[in-house]
T-cell receptor, first 116, second 111 residues
Framework: DAGITQSPRHKVTETGTPVTLRCHQT?????MYWYRQDPGHGLRLIHYSYGVKDTDKGEVSDGYSVSRSKTEDFLLTLESATSSQTSVYFC???????????????FGPGTRLTVL | DQQVKQNSPSLSVQEGRISILNCDYT??????FLWYKKYPAEGPTFLIS?????DKNEDGRFTVFLNKSAKHLSLHIVPSQPGDSAVYFC??????????FGTGTRLKVLA
């Protein structure tokens, strides 16, 4: 299994509070991703990173920010959590394929966040 | 705007029979497609993929078919087994290495 951990695994917080989720990898993969999973919506890309300090927005980036100061860590921050951000959050990693090809993503175990 | 769609939220199949899961996409820039399987309380795991230069890729009981003109791909599982019961996601990627996922199809294989 790819070495990906997420912390915390579960969190309950109140509306308006800041929350930071951490993704840590030991695979030295270039690309890192944050997704949220919600019923009826599947997995939606929030932000992704293509290198240290290089990030880009995904499909549902409003209300979220990310940072990547080291290859192994990708942080997702909810500046002021809202109830609509209650979800299961997954981190994923992948490496660029050779010659412009692709490789699959490996996913972490997920973080269940509840915003009251 | 959902770029990757899985229009069947659920599917039930008898053990030993074929399971066919479908996926449609709208962005013609996608050039790589993947299928993932997800069990409850776990992260998705990679199953099989296909490049846009191919129309079929096979790996054991799993085969993915790609119809670029219809912007449609499908996953065939033959024979289906109870352990295949899970949620299946299709995903598509383009040159930016953004992977966009569909909404998922819950497969139940009946013993």
């Amino acid at each position: 299994d790819a070495g990906i951990t997420q912390s915390p695994r579960h969190k309950v917080t109140e509306t308006g509070t800041p929350v930071t989720l951490r993704c840590h990898q030991t695979e030295n993969h270039r690309y890192m991703y944050w997704y949220r999973q919600d019923p009826g919506h599947g997995l939606r890309l929030i932000h992704y990173s293509y290198g240290v300090k290089d990030t880009d927005k995904g499909e549902v980036s409003d209300g979220y920010s990310v940072s990547r100061s080291k290859t192994e860590d990708f942080l997702l921050t909810l500046e002021s959590a809202t109830s609509s951000q209650t979800s299961v959050y997954f981190c994923a990693i992948s490496e660029a394929g050779k010659g412009g090809t692709y490789n699959e993503q490996f996913f972490g175990p997920g973080t269940r966040l509840t915003v009251l | 705007d959902q770029q990757v769609k899985q229009n069947s939220p659920s599917l039930s199949v008898q053990e030993g029979r074929i399971s066919i899961l479908n996926c449609d996409y709208t962005n013609s820039m996608f050039d790589y497609f993947l299928w993932y399987k997800k069990y409850p309380a776990e992260g998705p795991t990679f199953l099989i993929s296909i490049s846009s230069i191919k129309d079929k890729n096979e790996d054991g009981r799993f085969t993915v078919f790609l119809n670029k003109s219809a912007k449609h791909l499908s996953l065939h599982i033959v024979p289906s087994q109870p352990g295949d019961s899970a949620v299946y996601f299709c995903a598509a990627a383009s040159g930016t290495y953004k992977y966009i996922f569909g909404t998922g199809t819950r497969l139940k294989v009946l013993a």
